[in-house]
């Protein structure tokens, strides 16, 4: 990503990952369409609102993948071979070692969990059993996130595509055998789940295996070295709180939800995977500035860095609108197509209608935050997404649903305004980084 017309190598790179990010979303789409099908509101409701309590884990860790990838995609960029082998190998034994962490710790989280955030009692049990299979095979999404993340650092995301696409082909042949012809109900879509993360991350350590370069892997040199440790935590830490303390933020937002129903909850469930498929674009052309801003920042050349952001922001913020419109405009239909009910169907058109219009803040935050990312300012982003999505969003919905009663305007407005914040805030950051006051150079764009 050092040379060539920058808007080329921004979509070259991205558009692997915007397939691939499609084909991830799948994973849980497809979960929340068959059980919202063939097994209830109850399961839809259950699965969709599952998100928040993985985050505080799982999402933590993918949190220090990006700590590993930036550090990885800066040796890479410098050709600092030793250094990246280090990293590379240490990067894997610390996903080890997470992995049972988070196997366990998942499972002793899940009742608490479910008491903060006022889940409905028809839907605790089910929730409860989709969460345990899950966690005992949340190693598999784990070594995917770290495996995928090495790849895609040093320029390398054909690989992570091809195997994601594979997994989710076989995450949904899964959802269909163990739910229509074996019927386990939710349990059977947790174990589709799993089995089909645990084939992408075989599929993606056995790539790295066969890889010949400095950041192949090799079990005799795995090893745990502290600089590249150090290193990870610096950068990888931050995001990773961030992950995981807007998780539990999200729990908190989803217990405003919750308290509305199982009709609610599955209608926001919905209305989530429509959400996540309209920014497929945006988080792929954001991690694709990450990785851009981080070789031509290891390379010395921040003005083309630079340039790099300008140029993720447009194309960002151009995909969101073009996106965002369509699922306004078609949105019963859409809905429609998740849940037979229509009591979920008109709960998620009201979260369209209040949310969507808000898409085009979110332009700053993924792009702003991958640019300060790639150039070591791990902790900048982080503070100002926590205060956003944290402070700023409790005290608004306290203030305006437990004191003012504002009732369910306020409950689906509560993400918009963390990312109203968060957009100021990070524009703000980057206006003031190194990156933004970088001197021009003549490096062709």
């Given at each position: ?21 499609f ?11 068959v ?18 309590i ?9 949190g ?36 049972v ?41 784990m ?18 595509l ?35 993360q ?19 892997l090799?079990?005799k ?15 990888g ?6 992950t995981?303390?807007t ?6 937002v989803q ?18 995977k429509?959400?996540?498929?309209v ?12 990785t851009?801003?981080g ?60 949310i ?40 608004y ?9 504002l ?27 190194v ?11």
């Amino acid at each position: 990503m050092t040379q060539g017309v920058i808007w080329r190598q921004l979509v070259s790179f991205a558009l692997p990952m915007m397939v691939g990010l499609f084909f991830q979303q799948l994973y849980n789409t497809v979960d929340t369409w068959v059980v919202g099908q063939y097994v209830g509101k109850e399961a839809q409701a259950a699965v969709g609102s599952s998100a928040s309590i993985v985050n505080l884990t799982v999402g933590f860790c993918a949190g220090l993948s990006t700590g590993a990838s930036v550090i990885i995609s800066q040796r890479f960029g410098a050709h600092d071979k030793t250094g990246l082998e280090k990293a590379v190998h240490t990067s894997i034994v610390l996903t080890a070692i997470l992995s049972v962490i988070v196997t366990f710790l998942g499972q002793l989280i899940i009742s608490p969990m479910q008491g903060f955030m006022k889940t409905p009692e028809n839907v605790i049990p089910v929730q409860r059993e989709y969460m345990s299979i899950y966690f005992w095979g949340a190693c598999g999404i784990m070594f995917y996130n770290m495996g995928s993340g090495i790849l895609r650092a040093v320029g390398d995301s054909r690989r992570p595509l091809i195997f994601l696409i594979i997994s989710a082909c076989l995450n949904m042949g899964l959802d269909l055998l163990l739910v229509l012809v074996i019927p386990l109900g939710v349990a059977g879509v947790a174990y589709a789940t799993i089995l089909s993360q645990l084939i992408s991350a075989l599929l993606i350590l056995n790539s790295l295996a066969r890889e010949r370069g400095p950041y192949g892997l090799r079990l005799k040199k795995l090893c745990f070295d502290m600089e590249s440790f150090r290193k990870i935590i610096r950068l990888g830490l931050p995001s990773a709180i961030q992950t995981g303390v807007t998780g539990f933020s999200n729990a908190f937002v989803q217990s405003y939800t919750n308290a509305l129903g199982d009709a609610a909850m599955a209608g926001y469930a919905v209305y989530g995977k429509l959400d996540n498929f309209v920014l497929v674009p945006l988080q792929a052309i954001g991690m694709a500035s990450t990785t851009f801003v981080g070789q031509n920042w290891g390379a010395r050349n921040p003005a083309r860095a630079k340039r790099g952001v300008h140029m993720a922001m447009l194309m960002g913020n151009g995909s969101t609108l073009v996106l965002g419109t369509l699922v306004w405009v078609l949105a019963r239909q859409l809905l429609g197509f998740f849940s037979p009910v229509e009591e979920v169907v008109s709960y998620g058109q009201r979260f369209i209608r209040f949310i969507t219009p808000f898409y085009l803040f979110l332009g700053s935050n993924q792009i702003y935050s991958g640019a300060l990312r790639g150039v070591g300012d791990a902790t900048g982003p982080t503070v100002m997404m926590l205060l956003s999505y944290v402070a700023f969003r409790q005290l608004y919905l306290y203030t305006s649903v437990t004191v003012l009663g504002l009732g369910f305007p306020a409950v689906a407005l509560g993400y918009p305004m963390g990312w109203v914040m968060c957009a100021l805030l990070l524009t703000i950051r980057y206006r003031r980084s190194v990156l933004f006051r970088a001197e021009k150079t003549d490096a062709k764009s």
